[in-house]
């Protein structure tokens, strides 16, 4: 049995290690949303992503967020360069991610296997590098959501197909000569989540499906991608999104010269700052179509989906890294005679933040579980054909039609960006206060991990933008129906002796939430919006605390309580307190099961007996 108590103590910070083999629950709960054949594939992959984070990129992560990139827009003879010199040590990560096929095993089929790997392998796969950087995620993810937007839009008829085609194989691509990155241009300074109100304009050429492309896109990271994505208006189109348009904008036009686009300057970000993102100007960039004319942003919206599922499982990597780095600190540091994991606020400190993690991890890789079906159930050729049918856990193979995967993808996934970027805030900026003052200061990582994690909430929709889809969808989709049926699978599967007063208290939850879903479905919309993160947030505890005690009903029946003692304190802490908020209960469970929660020490009869009987 792993140590894991002292591999915490010999840690100075949380790197020069393997995130993989050092977080159990992170192992347990990949393994719950992969189908079994994939998994046994993509264990080994996962640890090697692992290691490589823990070292080289962890290490890589520091001189980078330090000294950045530099843009030049011009040459020293003044003309158009629009050239991004990159830290030296970016193309060496770049380089060991892509050739590990991040952006090419959901598409085409790994080494070892015959069939493409389910999108949840890249998504947890990118979770895993966030431990690193948060910024070395975004081009990872945007060049995965650029491939699917063509893998899924560009019809063999299509003017621009065999073009398009090789900026796919080249997205696509685990050569790292060969490969290219994906962008997506969404925003502009008019506009900002008002997609509707964005002014680029789109004028025809000659040629069957060739425009050029004239405006400004205000907020661009990876700015110079060969494989952008971008918004744009067509002559005599609908206002609103309806008369929105999608191009490929590369960097390099075909004749191998500069594409006709200025970069005006790169923005001077509080985070992020491995990926560079700044202003660009369309001045008659060449630019193709993609799929069918005024259809762009629905198929942003594929893209976007994935964007925002990255910037949920980037946040899990970042709460993941902060309670590395909080653990290593507390089991070494000493303060007042004794290392300061052995006073009881730390340890509750603690035990709450490993309860938030595990649960964010719960809803999280759910929603990315759903996603992976929603992929394989309504694409075509081979990059949905290659998923195992069978999923684990406790949705049964026969739920997995289309239109339930496509309903809960919608439901869960701005929920788990909502959230799971809002608690890796909180979870990184606490994390800082563990280490004191150090916890302040470049190259502690933390102070990084703060930084990085704060864009969340902003990327691919505001908080209010997400509660809105999440209304939308359930007056839209009557998705009310879909959800209730997840919870109850999950309920139904955690029926042990161990849990059922935990099972009671959550049912009540549910009730809540059915009565919560009633009133705002008679209320005015004015008032619906008003309520629509409260909603929010009592789906994802209610999600989260179902999926939690489903999970350790199996760890239950094979002999490992702990996951059980982590559900009581995620359920009593969201469901079950009293007026005084506990105060007056005598409840000690993170102060006497801190070992068994935070360094995944055995559980002992007279602790599951204590807190469980």
Not at 168 to 185: C, N, Q, V
Not at 292 to 301: L, Q, V
Not at 495 to 506: P, S
Request: hydrophobic share 40%; proline share 4%; with cysteine.
């Amino acid at each position: 049995m792993t140590d894991y108590a002292s591999q915490y103590e010999q840690l100075e910070l949380g790197q020069d290690c393997n995130y993989w083999a050092l977080d159990p629950v992170f192992q347990r709960e990949a393994e719950r949303i992969y189908p079994t054949a994939e998994f046994e594939w993509a264990e080994s992959v996962l640890a090697d992503v692992g290691d490589l984070a823990g070292h080289q990129l962890a290490e890589n992560a520091g001189p980078i967020d330090s000294e950045g990139h530099e843009l030049h827009t011009y040459d020293r003879h003044g003309n158009r360069y629009n050239h991004v010199e990159y830290h030296p040590l970016q193309a060496e990560n770049d380089e060991a991610v892509y050739e590990r096929g991040l952006t090419h095993d959901a598409f085409h089929a790994p080494p070892g296997r015959e069939e493409p790997v389910g999108f949840q392998h890249g998504l947890l796969a990118q979770s895993l590098l966030a431990h690193a950087d948060g910024g070395l995620v975004c081009p990872v993810s945007m060049t995965t959501g650029a491939a699917i937007v063509l893998d899924r839009f560009v019809d063999a008829d299509h003017p621009n197909a065999d073009l398009l085609q090789d900026y796919f194989d080249r997205l696509t691509s685990r050569d790292f000569e060969f490969h290219i990155e994906g962008a997506m241009f969404l925003t502009e300074k008019q506009g900002g989540s008002d997609v509707g109100a964005n002014e680029v304009r789109a004028e025809p050429t000659a040629e069957d499906g060739v425009y050029e492309l004239h405006g400004e896109k205000w907020f661009c990271s990876n700015i110079d991608a060969e494989g952008t994505l971008a918004l744009a208006r067509r002559p005599d189109a609908p206002d609103g999104i309806e008369g929105l348009s999608l191009f490929l904008v590369p960097h390099t036009r075909r004749d191998g010269d500069l594409n006709d686009q200025c970069y005006r300057r790169l923005k001077d970000k509080l985070g992020t700052i491995s990926v560079p993102t700044g202003e660009v100007e369309f001045e008659g960039a060449e630019a193709f179509l993609v799929g069918e004319p005024e259809s762009g942003f629905r198929y942003m919206a594929e893209m976007m989906n994935f964007e925002r599922l990255t910037q949920a499982t980037g946040s899990i990597g970042g709460m993941g890294r902060a309670l590395l780095e909080s653990k290593a600190h507390a089991a070494s540091r000493e303060a007042f005679g004794d290392t300061i994991d052995q006073y009881p606020l730390m340890r509750r400190d603690l035990v709450d933040m490993q309860t938030d993690y595990e649960a964010g991890m719960a809803f999280g890789f759910e929603a990315t579980k759903w996603y992976a079906r929603y992929m394989r159930e309504t694409g075509e050729g081979e990059a949905s054909s290659g998923a195992t049918p069978g999923v684990r856990g406790a949705v049964p193979p026969a739920a997995a039609d289309a239109e339930r995967a496509t309903v809960l993808m919608r439901l869960l996934t701005p929920i788990a960006k909502y959230r799971l970027a809002r608690m890796a805030v909180e979870t990184t900026s606490y994390a800082c206060e563990v280490k004191g003052g150090n916890g302040y200061v470049e190259g502690f990582a933390t102070e990084q991990m703060l930084r990085d994690a704060q864009v969340g909430p902003i990327w691919e929709g505001t908080s209010n933008i997400l509660a809105l889809d999440v209304l939308r969808v359930l007056q839209d989709h009557d998705a009310h129906e879909d959800l209730l049926w997840l919870v109850r699978q999950h309920l139904d599967a955690a029926d042990h002796e161990e849990l059922a007063g935990l099972r009671e208290t959550v049912e009540d939850g549910v009730a809540a939430l059915q009565t919560a879903l009633a009133a705002l479905a008679t209320e005015d919309t004015e008032y619906a919006q008003h309520e629509a993160k409260q909603l929010a947030d009592l789906v994802f505890d209610v999600v989260a605390a179902a999926v939690l005690l489903s999970t350790a009903a199996g760890r239950l029946d094979a002999g490992d309580a702990r996951k059980a003692l982590l559900a009581r304190w995620f359920v009593t802490t969201r469901f079950d307190r009293d007026e005084a908020r506990g105060i007056a209960t005598g409840e000690s469970l993170p102060d006497e099961c801190y070992e068994e929660l935070v360094t995944f020490a055995p559980v002992s009869d007279e602790t599951v007996a204590q807190f469980l009987g």
